[in-house]
């Protein structure tokens, strides 16, 4: 069974600042899709970034990275130039290939920036 | 384009009391998920329909929950009996198709006493 892992309850991050916040997975498959979600108080889970597991570039929107190590399976996100906004938990999620948009979630890492 | 509305926002009820949870998804989204978020933990799916069809309904404790997609657009969640662990944020999602992203509610945060 395929599984995530966030082994950061909490991070912390000064304004303007960088900060990088850990996720692992653990799956037989080959073809699968990662993603980090972002929830704020609201409660809705909003989609910061996607990556294919088949390419090898680290995808990127805006301030948002990632750093995809297919083979040690890990999948990273860096927040660079931290704004207040950015404040909330943020979620890893793993979808597998194929006709599905199931979605397993790790357990989060609730994310402050100190203004 | 509106998004997914739910409705209610919270709901407290005690145990062994039944409740309900509505999910109005975006329209033409033929896909509409179901999932429990319990505190502290990240949502985990309970059903997922396609159009008025169920898919994946494996993680749904099926002698107290049911849902149902009536004409495959509005979908219904309930609980009965409710028990005290079923305390949680019921996230409920839409979706196009398979390639395209999933569009969440703000869920409903429901406390059992």
């Known amino acids: 069974a395929q599984t995530v892992t966030q082994s950061q309850p909490e991070m912390s991050v000064q304004e303007a600042e960088t900060v990088t916040l850990s996720c692992t997975y653990d799956t037989s498959e080959s073809d699968y899709y990662l993603f980090w979600y972002k929830q704020p108080p609201s409660r809705q889970m909003i989609l910061v970034i996607r990556q294919e597991a088949y390419k090898q570039q680290n995808a990127t929107e805006n301030r948002f990275s990632v750093n995809f190590q297919k083979a040690a399976k890990s999948f990273s996100l860096k927040i660079s130039d931290s704004q207040l906004g950015d404040a909330a938990m943020y979620f890893c999620?793993?979808?597998?290939?194929?006709?599905?948009?199931?979605?397993?979630f790790g357990t989060g890492t609730l994310l402050a920036v100190q203004p | 384009e509106a998004g997914v509305a739910q409705s209610p926002r919270y709901k407290i009820i005690e145990k062994r009391q039944s409740v309900a949870f509505w999910c109005n998804p975006i329209s033409g989204h033929a896909t509409l998920y179901w999932y429990q978020q319990i505190l502290g933990q990240g949502p985990k799916l309970l059903i997922q329909f396609q159009n008025n069809g169920v898919v994946d309904d494996s993680q749904l404790p099926k002698d107290r929950f049911s849902a149902e997609r009536l004409k495959g657009v509005d979908s219904t969640l309930k609980i009965q009996p409710a028990k005290l662990e079923d305390s949680a944020v019921y996230l409920c999602?839409?979706?196009?198709?398979?390639?395209?992203?999933?569009?969440f509610g703000n869920g409903t945060r429901l406390t059992v006493t």
């Open positions: 999602a839409s979706t196009r198709g398979v390639n395209s992203p999933l569009h």
């Open positions: 999620a793993y979808r597998r290939g194929g006709a599905t948009n199931k979605l397993i």
